[in-house]
């Protein structure tokens, strides 16, 4: 199957694909960084005490939003959580001012936390390959399936303030960082199950990823059954039909140039459609 065939690739990386992941994973924030940048260059240089300062206030946020994460089950993603958290390791509760953005700060501190842990889950288990390549390796679809359950079951923790979570990352002010937490999570996912494509099938298996993950979530959200059993068989069905999917998408190489520009189009704008969709955004026609 093509998509198989394409999974099992190099396990190096290629210029061209790294540019797809760097175009892929950042361009919702490119319009921050941007305007971070030119303020940069209007400020005199920083001084290496000033940039101690920073450093030093980056990692007390961090400890702080750690901190309050114990506190997310009862008080949910909010300011007071935040204080909590900071009053729990000893700065005063009052400290919840450094995150202007309240409970955003919280829920994208907890996304990022969780695709560090699972991109550096996803490299150990890459390494241990490589270095002894007779162990026994997973089908690229198993290793797609097993990443996105390890991955959900992070959340299970959190599951009964996690609606109020998936609220706050649609806000319009938001949705850049969720927006780029959630491809950055289905790239690495992609990329260690062996997906070293510069087509446009590179995104396109990513967006169907991604589509899978967020309806998995939404379902696991209303699963009562032990250990969340029924979820990991939606998941399964997930995955069977992007199979299919994607090997009827793969067919278009065998039509005409016309039917191959249309399938495209279509393609492109399903994409367009899912992004929005899985974000629950809505805009007028």
């Not at 359950?149 to 649609?170: N, V």
């Amino acid at each position: 199957m093509a998509m198989l065939n394409s999974f099992r690739s190099g396990r190096s990386r290629f210029p061209v694909a790294n540019g797809f992941r760097r175009l892929w994973t950042s361009r919702a924030l490119l319009a921050d960084q941007s305007e971070n940048d030119n303020n940069k260059k209007t400020e005199p240089q920083q001084s290496a005490h000033e940039e101690s300062d920073e450093e030093y206030e980056k990692n007390i946020k961090t400890k702080i939003l750690g901190a309050s994460l114990k506190f997310v089950p009862d008080m949910g993603w909010s300011k007071q959580a935040i204080s909590a958290g900071a009053e729990s390791i000893g700065y005063p509760g009052v400290t919840h001012g450094l995150f202007p953005n309240g409970g955003a700060a919280l829920v994208q501190h907890f996304y990022s936390m969780c695709n560090r842990e699972l991109n550096q889950m996803l490299e150990k288990e890459a390494l241990a390959i490589e270095a002894d390549p007779s162990s026994p390796r997973k089908a690229p679809e198993q290793q797609i399936r097993d990443a996105v359950e390890t991955r959900l079951r992070m959340m299970i923790p959190y599951k009964k303030t996690w609606p109020q979570a998936l609220a706050i990352m649609t806000l319009p002010p938001n949705v850049p960082t969720s927006l780029a937490n959630l491809l950055t999570l289905v790239d690495d996912i992609c990329y260690y199950a062996g997906d070293r494509s510069v087509d446009i099938n590179w995104y396109t298996r990513r967006m169907i990823l991604a589509t899978i993950y967020k309806a998995t979530e939404l379902y696991m959200l209303q699963d009562t059954s032990e250990d969340h059993k029924e979820t990991w068989l939606f998941l399964d069905r997930r995955i069977k039909d992007a199979l299919q999917v994607y090997a009827m998408l793969s067919s278009s190489a065998n039509t005409s140039p016309d039917e191959a520009l249309n399938r495209f189009t279509e393609t492109a704008t399903a994409v367009f459609v899912t992004a929005r969709n899985i974000l629950g955004l809505s805009w007028n026609r």
